[in-house]
Structures are given as structure tokens and as C-alpha cells.
């Protein structure tokens, strides 16, 4: 038998790129690099960005309020995606006000004087304990740009984040699927096309999001080969 086409962890961030994609977020990873050879400082399993103007109403369906979207500002997102429901936290590398400023000074949404500071408040807020869902949802704000960290793990359930602000599967699933199958065919936006077309990450996922009534994570494992 040979190895599986998917890891787990492998489909859990692509799932929440997809998310996000649909959000209207621009997302990409990062490392921040390290002086020292062979190492790296940190890296950034989903960086993503959406800005205010963002529209697409031909697809008929609104932005998620999970997300709780502001039309009055860019969005910046720190996402950290984690597999195990029970260790579901910030990297410790990440909680370092040096590390942070990095990947805001990549991201260059916040002029230069303006990044230590919300590097900052950033980090107090990424170290709290208890994940308080309105701090994490908050962020920091400056510059016309809000910056928050985002905690995801498809596997867990709400049971296992009491109370904090962490991207679950079923936001995920339910999303997607108002997304890809509308209950009515849409006037303005075709659902049938080359579904290549998202990439040859991201195609997998829509394609099962397409072809299955009652989409799981579980199922969803089992189409990608993943152990």
C-alpha cells in the first residue's frame, strides 16, 4: 500500500485557506527568517489579509460573521492551525514582540513607526490565558488596519474551546457549502466550471465541497487517502 496522498494536518490548513479565500482574505504563509544557519525564527501557517472594499455579490452570499468583517478597515489575520483540540495555542516562537514585529514589517500594512507598538498590544493579547473570544475578535487597531491572531482547528468542537475565539469545522463546512451549493441555481453566478481552476491544492476540496450533500471532516479524510 503506498503513503497517502494527504496528511491530516495537510488538509486542516487547506481547509482553512479555503475559508478564508472565500472570505474575501488574500492568504499566504510565511517563515521569518533566523540569524542562525539552518534555523528560522518562526513561521506563519496562514497569513491573510482582506480589505474593505472587498465585494462579490454575484455569489449571493455574505461574509461570514464569525469573521465579523469590517467595511471600515484592512484586516490582517495571524492564523495558527492545530490538529490536536487539546493543544490549541499560539506558537511559542510566535510570542516574541521581535518575531511579531517581523511579520507585521512583511505584511506592510502599518507604517514603520506604528509597528512596535501594535507588535505590542498584538502579543499581550496572542499570550493571554482563557482565549477571550472579544479581545481575540478585537485585535489591535492602527492605521486604518486591525490585526488579530486566529486560532483554527477543524477537529476540535466548541466543547474543547470554552468560551475562546478558535475556527472550528463546522464554521468551515457550513460555509462552504452555502458557498458552492446554493439550494437554487443563481441567476448571476455559475456553480459548474473547471474546477482545476482553484489550484491543485485547493481543487480537492472544492470538488468534494461540489459533489457531496452532507460534507464531514471525517469523509473528507477518507476521499483524500489521508491517515
Excluded at 480589505?51 to 478597515?73: I, K, W
Amino acid at each position: 500500500m503506498g503513503q497517502p496522498r494527504w496528511k491530516k494536518e495537510e488538509i486542516h490548513e487547506a481547509l482553512v485557506v479555503l475559508y478564508l479565500r472565500l472570505n474575501g482574505y488574500f492568504t499566504t504563509s510565511l517563515v521569518v527568517h533566523a540569524p542562525e544557519w539552518g534555523r528560522n525564527r518562526t513561521e506563519i501557517d496562514c497569513l491573510a489579509v482582506r480589505h474593505p472594499n472587498h465585494a462579490q455579490p454575484d455569489r449571493m452570499v455574505e461574509p461570514s460573521q464569525f469573521l465579523e468583517p469590517l467595511d471600515s478597515c484592512v484586516d490582517l489575520l495571524i492564523c495558527e492551525v492545530k490538529s490536536n483540540p487539546a493543544r490549541v495555542a499560539f506558537n511559542q516562537r510566535l510570542l516574541d514582540q521581535g518575531a511579531l514585529e517581523h511579520v507585521l514589517q512583511w505584511a506592510g500594512v502599518f507604517p514603520s513607526e506604528e509597528v512596535p507598538r501594535v507588535a505590542c498590544g498584538l502579543l499581550r493579547i496572542l499570550k493571554q490565558e482563557g482565549l477571550d473570544a472579544r479581545r481575540a475578535r478585537d485585535g489591535v487597531v492602527a492605521a486604518g488596519v486591525r490585526v488579530r491572531g486566529l486560532l483554527c482547528c477543524p477537529p476540535a468542537t466548541e466543547a474543547d474551546i470554552p468560551g475562546g475565539w478558535c475556527l472550528l469545522g463546522p464554521e468551515i463546512f457550513g460555509y462552504a457549502t452555502r458557498c458552492f451549493n446554493p439550494p437554487a441555481p443563481r441567476a448571476s453566478c455559475s456553480t459548474r466550471y473547471n474546477l482545476n481552476l482553484w489550484g491543485r491544492w485547493l481543487a480537492p476540496l472544492v470538488r468534494y465541497f461540489k459533489r457531496t450533500k452532507s460534507p464531514s471532516l471525517d469523509e473528507l479524510y477518507k476521499r483524500l487517502g489521508a491517515a
